[in-house]
């Protein structure tokens, strides 16, 4: 069964800083990875999508890397603002395209 | 098209009561799905759907709750007899069966509370 953990749990920092985000898995047979964010009490905000021929995608000042065959992911935030802060989930996809959670990073990024 | 809507986004229901939650994908995507999330936790999921066939079912999903997709465009997720342990926010997300892309997307969910 496939198992996400993301570490930290919940990460506070000071505006301006560059901060990673890991995502790690145990079955390294995936399809793709996505990386959501999710405001308080909000749905899930689609980030980024690394399919599993891809090493990394950039879309603005995220950049998500994938690591199939030691079972890593990490988002990249450059120039962190106040507004970055949420809840970031990043989510496996297998051949079924069945997703499967971790239990999200806290982020605030204080001014 | 907007994007995925759930309906209603608040619930407030009494233990016992049944409740009913409406799904409308992203049009063109044949790919539905339903997961839980409690506070504080990552989504868990329920059930999918792709066009009208379940195809699969969690065993988080009891035998009251249970989810329909009758023409392959939007879903219901029904719980009956509702319990405390119900609270939670459902979440629901359509992804297209495309030969590149299987990105998902999520409407802003409905937040059940059981009093």
């Known amino acids: 069964k496939q198992e996400v953990t993301q570490i930290p749990a919940a990460l506070s920092v000071p505006e301006g800083e560059n901060l990673v985000l890991n995502c790690s898995f145990t079955d390294s047979a995936i399809y793709n990875l996505q990386w959501f964010r999710q405001d308080p009490g909000k749905g899930l905000t689609s980030l980024l999508l690394i399919q599993s021929s891809q090493r990394e995608q950039t879309s603005g000042r995220l950049n998500a890397s994938l690591d199939k065959s030691s079972g890593r992911s990490t988002l990249y935030i450059a120039a962190s603002q106040p507004g970055d802060s949420a809840t970031y989930l990043c989510a496996v996809i297998d051949a079924g395209n069945m997703l499967t959670f971790g239990g999200g990073t806290r982020l605030m990024v204080k001014p | 098209d907007t994007g995925v809507s759930q309906n209603p986004r608040h619930k407030i229901t009494k233990r016992g009561q049944n409740v009913t939650f409406r799904c409308d994908p992203i049009s063109e995507h044949n790919r539905l799905y339903w997961y839980r999330q409690t506070l504080g936790q990552g989504p868990e999921f329920l059930t999918y759907f792709q066009n009208e066939a379940q195809l699969e079912k969690s065993r988080l999903l009891s035998d009251r709750f249970s989810a329909e997709r009758p023409k392959g465009s939007f879903s219901t997720l029904e719980i009956q007899r509702t319990e405390q342990g119900d609270s939670a926010m459902y979440l629901c997300?359509?992804?297209?069966?495309?030969?590149?892309?299987?990105?998902?997307?999520f409407g802003q969910g409905t937040r059940l509370t059981v009093v």
């Open positions: 997300a359509s992804s297209s069966r495309g030969a590149v892309s299987t990105e998902a997307f």
